[in-house]
């Protein structure tokens, strides 16, 4: 085949392609702009067939006003000076109808340089430039729907933390025009307390990594002043899923939090309201128990009738005792109880206590059984306040299984990440989780709501107090730690204690200090005494002085620091907790230490508060006694204290 041949073919096979393209029109022009060639696109998107349209102008296919400008033309002056033309607009069919067009004209060029004509290209981007102008339409729908919310702060950050828009609402919260913040940290309407700690930072990460963040906190406006907000930030990302930046909208709640505090304070004074009948209720009964018995008492002394004097007796020391119980009850349930806090191995003390849970239970059908953890983590916690916590909710669960069942005490490890920290309000980190459950009637959502306050209890009239869970849940929050309630009705309840581990381990400790000793008498150690109330000064000195011991009384600290910064014999202090004069019982011990350093020390309180007392455990050489307590158990724990 010659070279003419190949050249031939060559162009044969370039027609067939470019008559075969349908999506595009595809033609040539000479150099006066008249239609040269037509391929099937062509006679698609214009309506022409070749027959009607080869010689004529390609102005044909422009609007009027475009031919009246001269674009015709100026295309293909442009397409021969520069090398192409390129540009989008609105081009004629043969029935007159308009569609939205892309034109790429070419110069053609003989080998010699001179210019025999131009390729003109064209695509029909109807459809495309439909669908862009519904999006830039509905984008523009949707920017303005944002900018005429003024209830949210509705607002883009770009990937580093600046504002990148700005809406209506977020102006209104904030202060800052559009203007103003377009460009600076979303930082800055934070508190320093929030910019310190990292919140900010925290935020965006959260949000990047867990795909939203939502928080509410105080924030700040352009004046200074501080609004409480609702915060949800979520990150934006493209169609690769490269981050892009964040969507961020905030909503004021101050006026909702400023109701809810209202509705706080209202719950909390029905609530004071219920404690205090309550408690008028109780002590007024115990009360009158207690001066009609000693009424009796003295009537019968007088009437000389001695032998019936111990049965009143013993009913007025019962009513103090029930007293006692129901004031530690509610010290309890206050957080104010005094604690004796020791690293406590929950797996023992559950084995401990299981024998007495089922004598406690004591009712046939019901299983009782412990199950401990391997490698359980130690907690910081007083044994015997976790214990009568524990059969109390045993209790609980026996009378929610009238028919029988089991209960189950289990002690677990427990992680609390952020998410569960801030369900069960509680710090992150690590928990020993001592639980137990009953296979019991369960509790509907009404009565969980309630079952930690004071005085509510769903027993009959006379077989509870209503102050059993306030009693753990006090407990529980003193020892730095939470109470949750898992129930559905039908299906038992499992209520759970979560303490903090501790990092030390626990000791077994012998049980001697609890035992009370057959002799209590002292050998003429001498003990200082100062509490404001005469009456418990006059009782301690004369039990002490019966038991051998000689007694110095102070009124309160300042005097009681006196006689200890003299060269005074002082073996014991014995000093309440809350003194009149400037100086609390622990200030006192404090001070006495300074110049005697092993000098014994003994509380004595109504009730403690751990940043008086201590933090934690009490120091070496000193111990708790809690009021009211029995005068012969006092000599009893005295003579412990001088003797170790």
Same mark, same amino acid.
């Given at each position: ?14 027609? +067939? ?17 008249? /239609? ?47 090398? @192409? ?24 060029? &003989? ?32 920017? *303005? ?46 508190? $320093? ?40 930030? &979520? ?27 209202? +509705? ?35 009537? *019968?002394?007088?009437?000389? =009738? +001695? ?21 530690? @009850? ?5 957080? =104010? ?20 849970? =089922?004598?406690?239970?004591? =009712? ?67 928990? /020993? ?19 930690? $306050? ?22 529980? @929050? ?22 903090? *581990? ?62 200890? &910064? ?70 009893? *724990?005295? @003579? ?5």
């Amino acid at each position: 085949m010659s070279e003419t041949d190949e050249e031939s073919v060559t162009q044969n096979k370039f027609e +067939l392609l470019v008559q075969s393209v349908t999506d595009y029109a595809i033609y040539m022009l000479d150099p006066a702009g008249r /239609v040269s060639s037509w391929n099937a696109g062509a006679s698609r998107f214009k309506g022409y067939d070749a027959g009607e349209v080869i010689g004529k102008h390609f102005s044909i296919f422009y609007t009027d006003e475009e031919r009246e400008k001269g674009i015709p033309r100026i295309a293909l002056r442009t397409a021969e000076r520069e090398g @192409r033309f390129e540009i989008e607009g609105w081009r004629v069919r043969k029935d007159g109808s308009q569609f939205w067009a892309n034109v790429v004209i070419d110069p053609i060029r &003989d080998p010699d340089g001179q210019l025999v004509g131009f390729a003109k290209v064209t695509r029909d981007l109807t459809e495309r430039r439909a669908a862009e102008q519904e999006l830039r339409a509905s984008e523009e729908r949707f920017r *303005r729907l944002v900018q005429s919310v003024t209830d949210y702060a509705i607002y883009m950050l770009d990937p580093e933390g600046r504002v990148s828009s700005w809406n209506a609402g977020a102006e209104r919260f904030k202060g800052y025009a559009s203007e103003e913040i377009m460009g600076e940290h979303f930082s800055r309407f934070y508190t $320093d307390e929030d910019k310190q700690a990292g919140i900010p930072t925290l935020a965006l990460r959260t949000a990047k990594d867990e795909g939203r963040f939502e928080a509410e906190g105080w924030r700040v406006r352009k004046d200074g002043s501080r609004f409480w907000a609702s915060v949800i930030i &979520d990150p934006i990302s493209d169609d690769e899923g490269a981050l892009i930046g964040f969507a961020k909208v905030t909503r004021d709640l101050s006026e909702k939090r400023a109701i809810e505090e209202q +509705l706080r304070q209202s719950q909390k004074m029905e609530a004071v309201g219920q404690l205090t009948g309550g408690l008028a209720h109780d002590f007024n009964n115990l009360l009158t128990g207690i001066s009609g018995s000693l009424e009796i008492m003295q009537a *019968r002394i007088a009437q000389g =009738r +001695l032998n019936e004097v111990d049965r009143y007796m013993m009913a007025a020391q019962g009513a103090v005792k029930r007293a006692a119980s129901l004031t530690h @009850r509610l010290l309890a349930f206050s957080r =104010r109880q005094t604690l004796d806090p020791k690293p406590t191995d929950v797996n023992r003390l559950l084995g401990d206590i299981e024998e007495l849970v =089922r004598r406690t239970v004591g =009712r046939p059908g019901i299983e009782v059984e412990a199950v401990g953890a391997s490698g359980l983590w130690t907690t910081l916690v007083d044994p015997n306040q976790l214990e009568n916590a524990l059969l109390n909710l045993c209790i609980n669960a026996r009378d929610a299984m009238p028919d029988g069942g089991k209960i189950t005490l289990e002690a677990t490890n427990k992680w609390i990440d952020e998410r569960a920290a801030r369900k069960h309000d509680l710090p992150v980190g690590q928990y /020993v989780s001592v639980c137990v459950t009953d296979t019991g009637t369960g509790m509907t959502p009404e009565v969980m709501a309630k079952a930690f $306050d004071p005085f509510f209890t769903t027993k009959p009239t006379g077989e509870g107090t209503g102050l059993g869970l306030s009693m753990i849940y006090g407990f529980a @929050r003193q020892s730095g730690g939470q109470v949750r309630i898992y129930s559905e009705v039908g299906h038992g309840t499992t209520m759970c204690i979560y303490l903090p *581990r501790y990092a030390e381990d626990a000791h077994s400790e012998e049980d001697a200090t609890d035992s009370v000793q057959d002799d209590a008498h002292g050998d003429g150690e001498v003990v200082l005494v100062i509490d404001d109330e005469p009456t418990i000064r006059m009782l301690i000195a004369e039990v002490l002085a019966e038991s051998g011991y000689a007694v110095i009384e102070a009124p309160d600290g300042p005097t009681g620091l006196k006689i200890l &910064d003299s060269t005074s014999r002082i073996d014991l202090l014995i000093t309440d907790v809350g003194l009149p004069g400037g100086m609390n019982g622990r200030q006192v011990a404090d001070a006495a230490r300074v110049n005697r350093p092993n000098l014994k020390v003994l509380f004595i309180t109504g009730y403690a508060e751990n940043a008086v007392i201590g933090q934690s455990r009490l120091e070496s050489g000193m111990f708790v006694m809690t009021k009211p307590f029995q005068m012969e158990l006092l000599a009893h *724990r005295i @003579r412990e204290i001088i003797e170790t």
